[in-house]
């Protein structure tokens, strides 16, 4: 899918916490290892449910009507994740924009879907290679 190019999550300009969107539609299942009940694991385990032997998901994310025991507020409006720093693998490799400064189109999809405005692209100066994005998006 591409790289997440930049951890905003504590920035007031995050994208993500006026939509939260993604988080009432995935299952969000990941290894078992990474729960906190395992050794070395961080995800808080009493937020999970088992999938089988080897898989968890994330409390909330396993039925017909999907919205993660993690989240809070409203989606749309306001909302944060509970256990940000402890969030499992697949919500820390869900990319917001991709390493080329483009919106994930799920993320673009998902946004359509609740009716909330996609997401600029970011723009990339021609001489800055290896450089990344910034938040909020310059004007082009």
């Not at 946004?111 to 997401?119: F, I, M, S, T, Y």
Request: aromatic share 8%; hydrophobic share 35%.
């Amino acid at each position: 899918m591409g790289e997440a190019i930049f951890e905003f999550a504590a920035d007031q300009n995050n994208p993500c916490l006026s939509c939260g969107i993604c988080c009432t539609h995935f299952r969000v299942s990941f290894y078992w290892g990474e729960a906190d009940d395992a050794p070395g694991g961080w995800v808080p385990v009493e937020l999970t449910e088992p999938l089988n032997p080897w898989r968890r998901c994330m409390k909330g994310t396993n039925g017909s009507t999907r919205r993660c025991a993690a989240l809070a507020g409203t989606v749309g409006k306001q909302v944060s994740c509970t256990i940000y720093a402890q969030r499992p693998s697949p919500c820390r490799e869900f990319p917001v924009y991709l390493a080329n400064g483009i919106p994930n189109p799920k993320c673009q999809e998902l946004r359509a879907r609740a009716g909330l405005p996609p997401l600029p692209a970011q723009v990339l100066g021609a001489n800055d290679e290896g450089s990344k994005p910034t938040w909020p998006p310059s004007a082009a």
